[in-house]
């Protein structure tokens, strides 16, 4: 029986390990023996390592780290899992075996060729990329409310089962092309050696028209021992420790240094929460979020921030750091949704638009680094309220332009006006707001009698917030005298700002 000291005795009924992996301390074992024998060492690049020391390199930087960040008591609630960053495939479970698609494989049907260019399964995750030829005219929608294909692509494995994708990403190249990238979730088989992946019909196409039920049978083999990887370190949500800006309160601004401008464009100030850090051979990806709240009671568009702001970073003399290349944007993209899925009990889509990762160099940047994103609130002061206003549809759908309206709108405590009514470019109405009185910057439409799931609306101009527009959508416009319900007036509310740091020192 191994002894241990107190410290690692209490570590021990603290937290509820998992067994080792028996593969991983075969490995290390034959890597222990074979240096054993040996006195020559073999130099590799900076990251280039064989998998077991790949798992003992991130395992050691990730003690290292945590260690120094949080504490020796929290660290083993932290790594019960060990993750790596791999290029072109996202953030992975490094505690078991890699494979990748033995060969590409391609098929034409229809005049489409659809070419599977590279596939990569780890433990909890494979993620699949292909490119496609455009689609012949006569598959693509013609009108915008064209039924379209959105059945998933799935995996079927060799004992029958079925993995269906969870998620289809598309990239643009630098060349003008898209990259097309289906993300599945394993189940336990962590070694598997052969797949059929299925495209019951192409995503985008008219539904009934293009290739179906396409096949394609995907050979894997184990990914090689110098497989690039980079360490990533997760922070606990549960705890989170994230180190806080400066106090705008306690900074003199001056001419050489106004780190003071940095937080003060809000009516006040909320501190994100640091997600997680990759150390790449140049740079750290530096991943911030903040919780985006929701009304629970309205079911569509509940969000109570907008954010029509960038994120800015800034070092630690306040100087602004230029925003990516479209290139490294998209790294950083898709590295940030692979690290929301490794999220441990955590839901992605909590986040809803406030996650981002910047990576930050690690010569020439005076650490700490500080973002900064602004906000603004909104609410629903009347949730249950309506006000309705009639209408004559075939003078608005005979109309060149906008048909004058210029009535107030009244609900509860609410005002604004509703300015005009045209014609939607797209079949169907539109219906232009003017909510200076009341500071409403959206709401929602409906025609009485006459549902639709399709609509449109405006997007928010910071400049001029209080115009705003929602449109209604039809293959054939309802006319004659016709009722809009108008209800949920969205009230402008402060701006706030959003702020972190992080520090490789930290």
């Not at 030829?133 to 060799?158: G, M, Q, S, W």
């Not at 269906?164 to 993300?183: E, W």
């Not at 705008?248 to 009516?267: K, L, Q, T």
């Not at 944007?329 to 949704?337: H, K, S, T, V």
Request: with cysteine; charged share 20%.
């Amino acid at each position: 029986m191994k002894d241990y000291n107190q410290l690692e005795n209490d570590i021990l009924k603290t937290y509820q390990l998992p067994d080792p992996n028996p593969e991983f301390i075969n490995n290390l074992d034959k890597e222990f023996e074979s240096l054993s024998v040996t006195q020559t060492t073999t130099v590799k690049p900076l990251h280039k390592f064989t998998r077991a020391w790949g798992y003992a390199a991130i395992t050691l930087f990730l003690l290292a780290t945590l260690l120094f960040a949080i504490g020796p008591t929290k660290v083993l609630a932290q790594i019960q899992a060990f993750f790596g960053y791999v290029p072109s495939v996202g953030v992975v479970d490094t505690s078991y075996t890699f494979y990748q698609l033995d060969k590409s494989v391609s098929d034409t049907k229809d005049d489409i060729t659809l070419t599977i260019e590279s596939a990569f399964l780890s433990a909890d995750q494979t993620i699949i990329t292909f490119s496609i030829t455009d689609l012949p005219l006569e598959f693509r929608p013609i009108k915008f409310h064209d039924p379209v294909c959105n059945t998933p692509a799935y995996l079927t494995l060799p004992d029958g089962s079925e993995i269906q994708s969870s998620h289809l990403r598309t990239d643009l190249q630098a060349n003008g092309t898209y990259k097309y990238l289906l993300m599945f979730n394993n189940p336990d088989n962590t070694e598997i050696k052969q797949a059929t992946l299925v495209f019951p019909c192409l995503e985008g196409a008219v539904l009934g028209k293009g290739p179906m039920d396409w096949r394609f049978v995907l050979d894997f083999t184990p990914a090689p021992d110098d497989l690039e990887i980079f360490p990533v370190s997760i922070t606990d949500q549960d705890e989170p420790e994230v180190q806080s800006p400066l106090d705008p309160d306690e900074i003199n601004p001056s001419e050489e240094n106004d780190m003071a401008a940095m937080f003060v464009d809000g009516e006040r100030q909320e501190e994100m929460t640091l997600l997680g850090v990759a150390d790449k051979r140049d740079s750290y990806w530096v991943t911030w979020a903040y919780p985006m709240p929701r009304d629970p009671d309205i079911q569509v568009n509940g969000f109570l921030l907008m954010i029509p702001f960038n994120p800015v970073l800034y070092d630690a003399n306040g100087v602004e750091f230029p925003p990516a290349d479209m290139e490294l944007r998209n790294e950083l993209w898709n590295y940030q949704d692979s690290l929301l899925n490794q999220l441990p009990d955590e839901d992605p889509l909590q986040y809803a638009g406030l996650v981002h990762t910047f990576a930050i160099p690690k010569t020439g940047f005076t650490f700490p680094a500080y973002i900064k994103l602004n906000a603004l609130e909104r609410s629903f002061p009347e949730k249950e309220l309506f006000a309705e206003i009639q209408f004559d549809g075939t003078t608005v759908q005979n109309s060149d332009g906008p048909m004058p309206i210029h009535q107030e709108v009244q609900i509860g405590d609410v005002e604004f006006e509703l300015v005009s009514i045209e014609k939607s470019e797209y079949g169907g109405y539109t219906f232009n707001f003017n909510g200076a009185e009341g500071e409403v910057i959206d709401c929602r439409v409906e025609l009485i009698g006459h549902p639709t799931n399709i609509s449109g609306q405006s997007s928010l101009v910071v400049d001029d917030p209080f115009h705003f527009y929602q449109s209604l959508i039809y293959s054939s416009p309802p006319t004659g005298d016709l009722t809009v319900r108008i209800d949920l007036p969205v009230v402008l509310g402060d701006q706030i700002t959003l702020f972190g740091a992080w520090s490789p020192n930290n």
